[in-house]
């Protein structure tokens, strides 16, 4: 059973006051928040146009009439206080922003996400007399660390992925195609509640398997195939992500072997995940049980990511990762491994760092075998 009570509240509203606190680090006065999932971090805005502009004393967000009565209604549903302008036009919205920088000296601009035109822009027409700064992950930062609110999201879009693959998994023997199954999971993710699929929903069985994010085909799973289902649900913008392999049939010694050595591999890292440990440690944890069997090679991708409001997010847990894990930090672990002649395994839990050691929020049976 899906719990439906209410969920904790987010505390958006003191995030802004957050990100003021790292400013002074990025070299600049206020940020100007171009990326809509940042907005809507440090809003509850969750239109698909606007600019808010944080400075240090407030902020106004840039939208246009479609959201006249959602945009503050977002906000002060979560008790945000911002000016909210409409502005129909480009020329009337770089009008309101340069008003509102006005004698803003050095203003961030959240450089991996405005494009060479709008930066030009910014610089010609905006924001004439300011100095405007490259900033990198400033907001991101922030969302690393999640809040009892968003843990309780992605929770329950958690339970509902484990609830959809326990109804939807059984048919793997009947036959169906690969788009058949991912279909009928993002439905059933939808009827227990949630906004939609987490992300594109990854079916792939047989040789499809050995491509690590392979799209659902209309390919049939037949009897002697791995099937990798990597899937999750989204509640109120956050995600879950989860990986279950399935066997159809009888494995080959390679695919049992792959099971074992995978699940084994999967075990370690979760347990690995603590507060104080490296995102490149849990790697290694992985890495070492799949190297150890003979395939470093057939493992073709990093051990995990963290998942929040993207479904692809700080921080890494990856050989090059220079994250340190912290309590609050909810990441994955999925090691995998891809032979095209036998197919692919890979499983993946979504696991949230606390004080105490770590808790994983996705729960699904991880037996291969079909019941
Ligand atoms: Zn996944
Ligand atoms: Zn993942």
Known sequence: MIDTGELAPMEVAARA?????????AGCDALLVTRMVNVRYLTGFTGSAGVLLVD????VLVT???????????LGAVGVAARVEMAQTAAAQAQALGAAAAGIARLGLEAAHVSWAAQRRYASECFTSAELVATDGLVEGLR?????GEIARMARAAAIADAALATIRPRLGERPTEAEVALELDSEVRRLGADGAGFETIVASGPNGARPHAR???RAIVEGDLVVIDFGAALDGYRSDMSRTTMVGDPSDIQGRMLEVVAHSQVAGVAAVA??????EVDRVCRDVIAEAGWADAFLHGTGHGVG??????????????????????VTVEPGVYLPDQGGVRIEDMVLVTTGGSRCLTAAPKDPHLP
């Open 216 to 218: 659902p085909t209309r």
């Open 56 to 59: 240090a004393e407030g902020m």
């Open 144 to 148: 690393q660390h999640k809040d009892e």
């Open 275 to 280: 507060a104080g440990v490296a995102g490149a």
């Open 309 to 330: 409001l993207d479904i692809h997010e700080d921080p890494r847990i990856a050989r090059t990762s220079t994250a340190t894990l912290v309590p609050g930090h909810v």
């Open 17 to 25: 006051g957050r990100l003021r606190d790292r400013f002074d680090e």
């Open 64 to 74: 246009d009439g479609r959201y006249r009565d959602q945009a503050s209604e977002q």
